[in-house]
Structure formats: structure tokens, C-alpha cells
């Protein structure tokens, strides 16, 4: 994302991207989604506005990254990611206004909170994961308001963000250890993947119902 974000300083040749230059690196735009360019659901969740804005995304993904990393391993906390930063995008698409430009990781961030909550519900020693739950779930709560008090933030995105990780955390749950410490098995795995894929298709449908697609 730092990569990315030099990209961009260097093309808009300002701290404050301009959004042309967003849009031509892939910034989720429904109009050009709606017509094909469907890559754009993951391709704007590396891209951001300003320096706040990755520092911020930065900095809480490397945190939450890191505890989610040593629980289910990197590649199952690399598919969260991608997957809430999918579904965030998505819902966006859905509900947000035709001609919304958005970009950021927001997504996939919200999707880690899920994750902590995802741990909670299917622990078999629940209390262990009770307080992080809990503070997980009140970060949202407070995340959620603050973006409904910013006009320029996608709270739909953040929302099915959080959504896509209540989804998929049970279906990156593939290391054999975790059935010790959760209570998963194989078909639950599968069940999830399953439910995922099939709310993102409705989702899809949905949109080109409403957008004409």
C-alpha cells in the first residue's frame, strides 16, 4: 500500500490525490463496475486518499494483522483481508450513490474486527476471547458513528467490510490446530464459504438490478 500511495504521490503530485488519478489506478467507481471492470472491487482497497488515511488503515491493519496472522496464519488473515475489502466494496456498490469513487483498506479493517468476534462466538473456552470481542465490537460501534459524521466516508463500505469477515473467518479456519481451540470442523468450513459466495452473488444481482447492468 506505501508502494501504491508513491504511485499516486507522484502522478497527482500532491498529498490530496486528485480522483482522476484514483480512478485511472482502480478506484471502486459503480458506473465503470457495473460495466465490466469488476477488478476494481479489490483494487481500490489499495489505494487512498491521503497520507491520514493510509497511516491510519496502516496502522490498525498491522495491529489486528499481526494477532489474526499468528491465530489462523498469513495466508488465511491475506484472504480476510481481501475478502471484507471485496465486501465492503460491494455493498457499496449496491446501496451507495451511482456515481460514487471510493478507495481504502476501511474495508478489510472492519472485516478483521468481525474476526475477533467470529473467535468469541466459536471458542470453546469463550471467555478467552470475551473482553477482545468486546472491545472489537465497541471500536465498530464507534467507527460507524464517526463515519456517519463524515460525509466523504463510505459507511456501507465499512459495514459490509465488517460483515464479510462474520462471513469468512469460520472458512480460513483450514489449520488443523484450530479445531482444538474452536469449536470448527470441515463441513463448517465449507458452510461458510458457501454462504459467502452465495450473499456476494445476490449482492451482485442485486446491483445490476438496480444500476441496469
Known amino acids: 500500500m ?34 465490466g471492470q469488476w477488478w476494481r472491487l479489490i483494487s481500490a482497497g489499495f489505494l487512498h486518499g491521503s497520507p491520514i488515511h493510509l497511516i491510519g488503515n496502516l496502522v490498525v491493519f498491522v495491529w489486528l494483522g499481526e ?17 471484507s475489502i471485496v465486501a465492503g466494496n460491494l455493498l457499496s456498490l449496491w446501496i451507495d450513490p451511482w456515481q460514487t469513487l471510493s478507495v481504502g483498506a476501511s474495508g478489510g479493517i472492519f472485516g478483521f474486527f468481525a474476526t475477533f468476534i467470529v473467535f468469541w462466538l466459536l471458542a470453546r473456552q469463550p471467555d478467552q476471547w470475551r473482553e477482545q470481542a468486546k472491545s472489537m465490537g465497541a471500536l465498530f460501534v464507534l467507527m460507524i458513528v464517526l463515519s456517519l459524521m463524515t460525509p466523504s ?60 447492468g
Open 67 to 83: 494477532l489474526i496472522e499468528g491465530m489462523l496464519g498469513r495466508l488465511a488473515m491475506l484472504v480476510l483481508f481481501l475478502n
Open 153 to 212: 466516508v463510505s459507511v456501507s463500505g465499512h459495514v459490509g467490510g465488517f460483515i464479510g469477515g462474520l462471513l469468512l473467518t469460520a472458512g480460513v479456519m483450514w489449520r488443523r490446530p484450530l479445531q482444538g481451540t474452536f469449536r470448527i470442523k470441515i463441513t463448517g468450513i465449507l458452510l461458510s464459504w458457501l454462504i459467502t459466495l452465495s450473499v456476494y452473488s445476490a449482492i451482485v444481482f442485486l446491483s445490476l438490478q438496480r444500476w441496469g
Open 2 to 35: 506505501i508502494v501504491i500511495f508513491l504511485i499516486e504521490l507522484l502522478f497527482s503530485q500532491s498529498f490530496q490525490i486528485k480522483a482522476p488519478i484514483l480512478y485511472q489506478m482502480g478506484a471502486a467507481y459503480t458506473p465503470s463496475i457495473i460495466d
